[in-house]
């Protein structure tokens, strides 16, 4: 097998036109409109409150899923990150927070290493265990595009200004997204109903009709904050993960961005795509 490395380009601006687009394959575009949308919060080092413009852009309404990223593996014979270096980072209940183990075996087949289930009967689950680099691969293939960090927020916030896209009440999260209910990465004293991924789609959408934009996995966006420009060798990621709970990371909001070495394959990572 041979890394897919033709060289990337950037696909053309925004479309306007229907509200909402399918392509071939069965994903839904959402078009978020032209305009003046209210980003950030105050105080936020990485995300300062502040006002930007932007064109029109059709979102896809859900993350990625394995079955997406098989057919696009099947089609170019692509190796992935984590494949090609041995270097995902791997979790298993018991660990501490914020810790976690590199293993030599995972990659976005077996997201938690070859000697636990694979993603066999996971087709709709989002594809994790991937770097930026390959979700940009797979964006090449697809002519798709990775969502700008501003464009992603506008999306998810659908029209609010607060913290969550309903208001401040962060008990409402588990209503929208899949994320760790237990207190703390040890032990699973409490029944949770989808540990680690779920199938896309399971949660309540926001107001405009986008799934699983908190929890489930970490989104890759393009560009990095200002704050953190420069600094290449840096991926932006949004929204929390099924492994963020409401005592650590906690990054299941509109405001918080998360940071990753661009190389780096993580069980909670994956991403969604723009329509160019």
């Given at each position: 097998m041979h890394r897919y490395n033709k060289p990337f380009k950037l696909f053309g601006l925004f479309l306007t036109g229907s509200v909402l687009a399918c392509s071939g394959s069965g994903e839904e575009y959402i078009q978020v409109p032209e305009g003046d949308y209210?980003?950030?919060?105050?105080?936020?080092?990485?995300?300062?409150?502040?006002?930007?413009?932007?064109?029109?852009?059709?979102?896809?309404?859900h993350e990625v899923t394995n079955a997406e990223f098989l057919?696009?593996?099947?089609?170019?014979?692509?190796?992935?990150t984590a494949e090609e270096l041995g270097n995902a980072m791997n979790?298993?209940?018991?660990?501490?927070?914020?810790?976690?183990?590199?293993?030599?075996?995972?990659?976005?087949?077996?997201?938690f290493g070859t000697k636990a289930a694979g993603i066999e009967g996971k087709e709709n689950h989002p594809v994790t265990c991937i770097s930026i680099l390959d979700a940009l691969a797979y964006c090449q293939w697809k002519k798709?595009?990775?969502?700008?960090?501003?464009?992603?927020?506008?999306?998810?916030?659908?029209?609010?200004?607060?913290?969550?896209?309903?208001?401040?009440?962060?008990?409402?999260?588990?209503?929208?997204?899949?994320?760790?209910?237990?207190?703390?990465?040890?032990?699973?004293?409490?029944?949770?109903?989808?540990?680690?991924?779920?199938?896309v789609k399971q949660y309540a959408p926001n107001p405009w009709g986008f799934y699983d934009m908190y929890g489930n996995v970490f989104e890759f966006c393009s560009g990095l904050p200002p704050y953190l420009e420069g600094q290449a060798q840096l991926a932006a990621a949004r929204g929390g993960s099924w492994w963020c709970s409401k005592n650590s990371c906690n990054y299941f909001n509109s405001a918080d961005i998360g940071r990753v070495n661009r190389y780096a394959s993580f069980p909670n990572h994956g991403f969604r795509t723009v329509l160019p």
């Amino acid at each position: 097998m041979h890394r897919y490395n033709k060289p990337f380009k950037l696909f053309g601006l925004f479309l306007t036109g229907s509200v909402l687009a399918c392509s071939g394959s069965g994903e839904e575009y959402i078009q978020v409109p032209e305009g003046d949308y209210v980003l950030g919060q105050e105080g936020h080092p990485l995300n300062p409150r502040r006002t930007v413009h932007l064109e029109a852009f059709r979102l896809c309404s859900h993350e990625v899923t394995n079955a997406e990223f098989l057919e696009f593996v099947e089609a170019t014979g692509y190796v992935t990150t984590a494949e090609e270096l041995g270097n995902a980072m791997n979790f298993r209940v018991g660990l501490g927070e914020y810790e976690w183990f590199e293993d030599s075996t995972a990659n976005w087949r077996h997201p938690f290493g070859t000697k636990a289930a694979g993603i066999e009967g996971k087709e709709n689950h989002p594809v994790t265990c991937i770097s930026i680099l390959d979700a940009l691969a797979y964006c090449q293939w697809k002519k798709v595009r990775l969502p700008s960090l501003d464009e992603w927020e506008a999306a998810c916030r659908s029209g609010d200004t607060s913290r969550y896209f309903w208001g401040t009440d962060p008990g409402l999260v588990e209503t929208y997204g899949n994320i760790w209910i237990n207190p703390d990465h040890r032990d699973t004293p409490v029944h949770d109903p989808h540990l680690f991924t779920c199938a896309v789609k399971q949660y309540a959408p926001n107001p405009w009709g986008f799934y699983d934009m908190y929890g489930n996995v970490f989104e890759f966006c393009s560009g990095l904050p200002p704050y953190l420009e420069g600094q290449a060798q840096l991926a932006a990621a949004r929204g929390g993960s099924w492994w963020c709970s409401k005592n650590s990371c906690n990054y299941f909001n509109s405001a918080d961005i998360g940071r990753v070495n661009r190389y780096a394959s993580f069980p909670n990572h994956g991403f969604r795509t723009v329509l160019p």
